[in-house]
C-alpha cells in the first residue's frame, strides 16, 4: 500500500529565508505522482506543485520546488524567500492508481510558521 | 469565477438528522471526489466519481450516500448524522487524461454533529 510520511509536525522559519518541508513515500508502482498542497487557516486546500516519476528534473513553480530524490523515496518542498503569508498547514500527497481510478494518499502534514 | 464550489460552508445539525453538500466544478473535469478532513486535519477519500459513474468508495458507511447528477455536480447525503462525522469534507475534481490528474479542491464544509 501506498504510504507518506512527514515527519516535521511543525516548523518555524524567519520572514525571507528558505524553509524545507519533508516528505518520504514508500509504493510499489513505478509510475506515481507527488503534490504538495497548502492549507492556511481558512481552510482551502491550495495545490502547489507536481512531480511525476518519470519527470527528469526537479518541479518548480514560483518560490516553490520541489527536491525529488528517487532513490531515497523523498519529495522535499522547497520555499524560497519566506513570506508571513507562507504560515500554513502544508501537505505531501501521493497519487495512488486503482482499477478504475486515482486517488490521493495524503501524509500528517506540517504546519509552517513564519515569524517576523 | 470559483473553480470548485461547495455549499454551505458550516452545517451544524443535531444527530441523527439528515444533510446534504453540494459541490460544483467550472473546470470541466470528468472526475470528482470527496474527501474527508477529521479532526487532526488527516485527509482520506470517501468516494470519486468519474462521468457520473462511481468509481471509488472507500469503506465509507452507507449512510453516506453520493450522487452525481452530471459530470459537473457531485453532492453527498448524509443520514442518520452521528457525533464522529463531525469534520471538514471536501470535494474536488481532476481530469484523469491530464497526465498529472492534478486534484483541486473547493473550500471545504465543516460539519458540526451536536
Known amino acids: 500500500a501506498q504510504k507518506i510520511t512527514q515527519t516535521q509536525p511543525g516548523m518555524f522559519v524567519q520572514e525571507k529565508e528558505a524553509v524545507t518541508l519533508d516528505c518520504t513515500y514508500d509504493?510499489?508502482?513505478?509510475?506515481?505522482?507527488l503534490f504538495w498542497y497548502k492549507q492556511p487557516s481558512s481552510g482551502e486546500m491550495i495545490f502547489l506543485i507536481y512531480?511525476?516519476?518519470?519527470?527528469?528534473q526537479n518541479a518548480t513553480e514560483g518560490r516553490y520546488s520541489l527536491n525529488f530524490q528517487k532513490a531515497r523515496k523523498s519529495a522535499n518542498l522547497v520555499i524560497s524567500a519566506s513570506q508571513l503569508g507562507d504560515s500554513a498547514m502544508y501537505f505531501c500527497?501521493?497519487?495512488?492508481?486503482?482499477?478504475?481510478?486515482?486517488?490521493?494518499?495524503f501524509g500528517a502534514g506540517t504546519i509552517l510558521r513564519v515569524k517576523s | 469565477d470559483t473553480a470548485v464550489s461547495q455549499t454551505p460552508k458550516y452545517l451544524v445539525t443535531q444527530m441523527g438528522n439528515d444533510k446534504s453538500i453540494k459541490c460544483e466544478q467550472n473546470?470541466?473535469?470528468?472526475?470528482m471526489y470527496w474527501y474527508k478532513q477529521d479532526s487532526k486535519k488527516f485527509l482520506k477519500i470517501m468516494f470519486s466519481?468519474?462521468?457520473?459513474?462511481?468509481?471509488i468508495n472507500e469503506t465509507v458507511p452507507n449512510r453516506f450516500s453520493p450522487k452525481s447528477p452530471d459530470k459537473a455536480h457531485l453532492n453527498l447525503h448524509i443520514n442518520s448524522l452521528e457525533l464522529g462525522d463531525s469534520a471538514v469534507y471536501f470535494c474536488?475534481?481532476?481530469?484523469?487524461?491530464?497526465?498529472?490528474?492534478?486534484?483541486?479542491f473547493g473550500p471545504g464544509t465543516r460539519l458540526t454533529v451536536l
Open positions: 509504493t510499489s508502482d513505478p509510475s506515481y505522482g
Open positions: 473546470l470541466g473535469h470528468d472526475t
Open positions: 512531480q511525476g516519476s518519470y519527470d527528469q
Open positions: 466519481y468519474n462521468n457520473k459513474e462511481l468509481i
Open positions: 500527497a501521493m497519487r495512488d492508481r486503482l482499477e478504475y481510478g486515482n486517488k490521493l494518499v
Open positions: 474536488a475534481s481532476s481530469q484523469p487524461t491530464s497526465g498529472s490528474d492534478t486534484q483541486y
